[in-house]
């Protein structure tokens, strides 16, 4: 047997496996690093953060990414040298990580990394009948394998889009194996760059499992902020508590097909882009309206299209626990609050993993499928299938 095979036997067979979750988002903000301990797989998955960090990406990465990000037209040379030179990085990050946390990389049985998003084309979007649904992530797994000199799982989203699925949201797997609990329907809502969430259901059934995404979630809010205010982000909301809501760039807002289309459905800004935005405004006649009022405007599209979403699936939950950039955004979760004024919108720290390393948990428990087990059956809205290609540091 190949060495490298008979590592994957051993590892898979280990009664605790360590695990490093890897994610970055369309928010292009920096390199979530999550160093798990995982035992079980399945509904007895277990699962401990060891250790977790964000590594933010400098102007000139974000820079050179933007080049393109999100763009149908692109130099091809800039998009073939990024694959490796972002895996090379988010390699160079790892090691960084390890060492302040004083782990040698011997402890460390394999790395989920879910690399860098530069185009998500599904056909809802793309509309081009003999084209299947795509998406892209970028930053090679080779690269980091032998950066690091850790067994490396990638391009997780592939799979789900050879299996029929968008490519997204990949969260209803890991939401499902490490959050759902008997006896209690659960929403886990993610507002990154766009805004998803799962239904759990409390009877456990897998095939009444199904995520969906539900429109932007901080991505327009973080493009205006960042060509008006020429900040990251507004943090805390405290430039859109100062404005007003304005009713006819909101109705424009919504006016969208992606709204009307049924779940499950995935999207991103390749669609909710400044373009976009300044369309609404044509159409809303809302061009000369104050930048705090747009920014006003969309976080309540943010949240009322994710409340619209859940009413359009007969969903009233008791609880919902948040995570991502969003759940940060006060003046988003007081309109989420004031929609569903009987639900708890709790954080995913309340059920033990932090809101902002979730996303990268979730990567290393696709990998721990992948190693360990694989044999939960979905229904039809969930592709039932094992997801990540596997690098070898040598």
């Not at 205006?224 to 109705?251: C, H, M, S």
């Not at 390393?357 to 990567?363: D, M, P, Q, S, Y």
Request: charged share 25%; proline share 4%.
């Amino acid at each position: 047997m190949n060495t490298n095979i008979q590592q994957l036997y051993d590892i898979a067979r280990k009664p605790t496996r360590k695990i490093i979750g890897l994610m970055s988002g369309t928010s292009l903000d920096g390199l979530d690093i999550a160093l798990c301990a995982y035992s079980g797989s399945g509904l007895e998955t277990e699962v401990e953060v060891l250790r977790f960090k964000t590594e933010d990406y400098p102007e000139e990465l974000k820079n050179e990414i933007r080049k393109v990000f999100a763009k149908e037209t692109i130099s091809f040379q800039q998009l073939c040298v990024l694959n490796p030179y972002i895996g090379n990085i988010h390699g160079e990050m790892i090691n960084r990580a390890l060492e302040e946390w004083g782990v040698r990389k011997e402890e460390v049985d394999c790395i989920a990394s879910h690399g860098q998003t530069v185009f998500h084309s599904p056909k809802i979007l793309h509309r081009l009948e003999k084209f299947p649904n795509a998406t892209l992530q970028i930053g090679d797994g080779d690269h980091l394998a032998m950066k690091t000199g850790i067994i490396t799982l990638s391009d997780f989203r592939q799979k789900h889009c050879a299996a029929g699925g968008e490519g997204a949201p990949l969260a209803v797997y890991g939401d499902y194996l490490i959050f759902s609990k008997k006896g209690e329907d659960r929403i886990l809502l993610n507002m990154g760059g766009i805004a998803n969430f799962t239904f759990l259901s409390g009877d456990l059934d897998p095939e009444k499992v199904f995520a969906t995404d539900t429109g932007t979630g901080n991505t327009l809010l973080d493009a205006f902020v960042q060509k008006y205010y020429n900040r990251p982000y507004d943090k805390d909301a405290e430039i859109a508590r100062t404005g007003k809501v304005d009713e006819k760039l909101l109705e424009a807002l919504k006016n969208d097909p992606f709204f009307k289309t049924p779940v499950p459905k995935t999207t991103g800004p390749e669609l909710f882009n400044l373009a976009y935005l300044e369309r609404a405004q044509e159409a809303s006649y809302s061009a000369d309206l104050y930048p705090e009022s747009v920014l006003a405007t969309l976080c309540k599209f943010t949240a009322d299209t994710i409340l619209d979403c859940l009413k359009s699936c007969g969903i009233r939950p008791e609880k919902v626990f948040m995570s991502g950039g969003g759940m940060h955004n006060p003046l988003i979760v007081s309109f989420l609050q004031e929609g569903l004024r009987e639900t708890e919108f709790l954080k995913t720290n309340e059920i033990g993993i932090h809101g902002d390393a979730k996303e990268a948990v979730l990567f290393a428990t696709l990998a721990n499928e992948a190693l360990a087990g694989g044999r939960v059956q979905f229904g039809q809205r969930v592709p039932t299938v094992s997801m990540g290609k596997v690098s070898f540091p040598a």
